[in-house]
């Protein structure tokens, strides 16, 4: 193995903290990879990294050797990029599902088309990866989100609806305000981060008014929430855009469209322990692109 390549390996190793997904990740043996790391310890005249059974970490000259390594690869990236080189490699993205596949994927083509030595590896999931450990480039999330060291670019906010199928509000009617929500059922969400199952939300005059109303069904999945709407089993909210397509087709109506649920903040996440390559730093830049139209949008 070369010495770049083993230096890539080395940074991947850290990242994955795993000889084993390192070498995968490389396309090379378990074995050819405890020898290329052997092989570097010995030519530095320093051990790199500290194996135990379960886990991989750097020493502490690793870890300085890890940071000037990743700085002189995002620099070489940056030379090829400025000269004028196409960009190359892959990027992975982690996102829910719903999002890959109406706003990004539909967008992808012309982003691979512009940088045909790019591959996008698209991961689809709702959970806050550890995007080191996991080889992830950057992840696009919606909500609120937990206290971590990862920098965080806002992409906007996704305006929220309340909708229910016309067969659910024959049955059950219309409510005109949030206060005649008695006699209403909702499709229960429960959170991925905590398991509670989350209350309706509704603002009035800026103030934010909870409803929990019975919930037959509980459901832990966007899809699985949206289908139980469309069934007529229970009020639903969700960021409108996941709705355009019902809500003209009729087969979902907005309700309480005067009292709208909390706008959902959208947020693009990257490691901030890790210099971003040009690839990754244009593949963020697409994103935003792509999803400003979106975000922006009122009604």
């Known amino acids: 193995m070369d010495r770049l390549a083993s230096i890539e390996l080395f940074l991947r190793i850290i990242e994955r903290g795993s000889f084993t997904a390192a070498a995968a990740s490389c396309g090379v043996s378990r074995a050819a990879a405890t020898a290329a790391i052997q092989a570097l310890e010995t030519r530095l005249g320093t051990r790199l990294l500290q194996r135990s059974t379960r886990h991989v970490q750097p020493t502490q000259e690793g870890q300085l050797y890890y940071e000037h390594c990743l700085a002189a690869l995002s620099a070489l990236e940056e030379a090829d990029r400025t000269i004028g080189t196409a960009l190359t490699g892959t990027i992975r993205l982690d996102t829910v599902g719903h999002l890959a596949r109406t706003i990004i994927l ?41 206290d971590s060291d990862m920098i965080a670019r806002p992409l906007g906010v996704l305006q929220e609806v309340t909708v229910a199928s016309p067969a659910y509000l024959q049955q059950h009617g219309i409510p005109d305000t949030p206060d005649d929500l008695e006699g209403h059922e909702m499709i229960g969400f429960a959170s991925s981060r905590t398991r509670q199952v989350l209350p309706l939300e509704f603002t009035r005059d800026g103030a934010v008014i909870e409803r929990t109303l019975p919930a037959r069904l509980i459901v832990s999945g966007a899809e699985s929430c949206a289908a139980a709407a469309r069934l007529g089993i229970g009020l639903a909210q969700a960021p409108r855009y996941r709705f355009e397509d019902d809500l003209a087709a009729g087969t979902l109506v907005e309700i309480l469209a005067a009292f709208p649920p909390i706008p959902t903040p959208l947020t693009l996440l990257y490691p901030s322990n890790r210099q971003l390559a040009p690839r990754v730093r244009v593949f963020m830049d697409w994103l935003i692109e792509i999803f400003t139209p979106v975000t922006h949008r009122t009604t």
């Open 106 to 146: 539909p967008a992808l083509p012309e982003f691979l088309a512009r940088h045909p030595g790019l591959n996008v590896h698209l991961g689809e999931g709702e959970r806050l990866v550890d995007l080191l450990r996991e080889g992830v480039d950057c992840v696009v999330r919606g909500g609120p989100l937990p």
